[in-house]
């Protein structure tokens, strides 16, 4: 016997047709793709997969919005080699004034010879350059004269221009050695290690780098000390030291104090030249008595000594207003009262 045809199936199956129909046209491409954009468009993280737990993540997120990382890319790559037009990029987006010269080949006799090539894996001495090279170009900069403990033990020969660009990346602080003691200039650098030398660079926009632990620290306290003290000041010119000091407190006096001239200061390897001033009220409180000294520093047996001096100038009996002051920031301690 023939089954017989429900006469409601057809009307049934309509319904279910028509959501298959909706379901398909929500989810297609046409119009899933301008909804996928916005969500990107609005997103406020990064979805890089690769580098948690990576020992850069830190630095990769910090440095991420300031190069311009994409939040979509799924893959960061730490571990590849850093190529040149990539790294060209990102440091010319964190120093634009750096275009200039980073951003010319061949370079012009005014920006570094040891910069890095336009194509291929760059090494760290190449990165090392380029920074230097930048922030030269880079006005409201302050190199905090920071001094590696302990020193690498592969840094190039002396008076030669790698070590000088040795130097100064250990000195601004955007170099590090590896936890064994050496710098591997001549190694490839990777994209983790790029990253991370870029994000030592926001902080030397900040004046209190300074006022950590540095050489310009050191040469202040030395300064300070050999003022008050009588210290860090080499014995073969300690007397003639003592007795230009002591020629400002003639008849006594009712305070002083040592201000310093350190953003003009020229600190090495182991010489620096600075500028300091000593400024002493008489015990009447009517004048000071005030010279400027051009001290010249050498680093030996692990500190700053006085090793020779000269007075620019000296004025007695002068208004304070009269008094220079290089940076108010910069006087050593309080003014000092007997």
Same mark, same amino acid.
Request: avoid cysteine.
């Given at each position: 016997m023939?089954?017989?045809?429900?006469?409601?199936?057809?009307?049934?199956?309509?319904?279910?047709? %028509?959501?298959?129909?909706?379901?398909?046209? @929500?989810?297609?491409?046409?119009?899933? $793709?301008?909804?996928?954009t916005a969500k990107e468009a609005d997103q406020t993280w990064y979805a890089f997969t690769d580098i948690h737990g990576h020992w850069a993540m830190g630095p990769i997120l910090q440095m991420a919005e300031?190069?311009?990382?994409?939040? $979509?890319?799924?893959?960061?790559?730490?571990?590849?080699? @850093?190529?040149g037009p990539v790294w060209t990029a990102w440091l010319t987006r964190l120093l634009p004034q750096a275009r200039a010269c980073i951003d010319i080949y061949p370079k012009p006799p005014e920006c570094s010879a040891l910069g890095s090539p336009q194509e291929g894996p760059l090494t760290r001495q190449a990165l090392v350059a380029d920074l230097r090279q930048a922030l030269s170009v880079t006005p409201g900069v302050y190199n905090p004269h920071f001094r590696p403990d302990p020193?690498? %033990?592969?840094?190039?020969?002396k008076d030669t221009a790698e070590f000088q660009l040795a130097w100064d990346g250990l000195s601004w602080g955007y170099l590090e050695g590896y936890p064994d003691g050496t710098l591997r200039l001549e190694q490839v650098a990777t994209r983790a290690e790029a990253v991370q030398m870029l994000s030592r660079v926001p902080r030397l926009f900040d004046r209190s780098i300074l006022q950590e632990t540095s050489d310009a620290q050191a040469l202040l306290q030395a300064a300070s000390d050999a003022f008050h003290l009588f210290t860090h000041v080499e014995k073969d010119i300690l007397p003639r030291w003592q007795d230009a000091v002591n020629r400002l407190f003639a008849g006594g006096f009712?305070?002083?104090? %040592?201000d310093t001239d350190v953003l003009h200061a020229t600190i090495g390897f182991d010489t620096a030249r600075m500028k300091a001033l000593l400024a002493v009220e008489n015990t009447e409180g009517t004048g000071?008595?005030?010279? %400027?000294?051009?001290?010249?520093?050498?680093?030996?047996d692990g500190e700053w000594q006085i090793e020779d001096f000269s007075i620019v100038e000296t004025h007695e009996n002068t208004p304070e207003a009269q008094v220079p002051r290089y940076d108010r920031a910069w006087i050593i301690g309080p003014e000092v009262t007997p």
């Open positions: 023939r089954r017989q045809r429900n006469p409601h199936h057809k009307h049934r199956s309509m319904p279910a047709m %028509v959501l298959a129909l909706l379901a398909l046209a @929500i989810f297609s491409a046409p119009f899933a $793709t301008p909804r996928a300031s190069l311009g990382f994409s939040k $979509t890319d799924t893959a960061f790559r730490p571990d590849d080699p @850093i190529e020193m690498p %033990v592969d840094l190039p020969p009712r305070r002083f104090w %040592v000071m008595n005030w010279a %400027v000294f051009d001290l010249s520093f050498r680093f030996h």
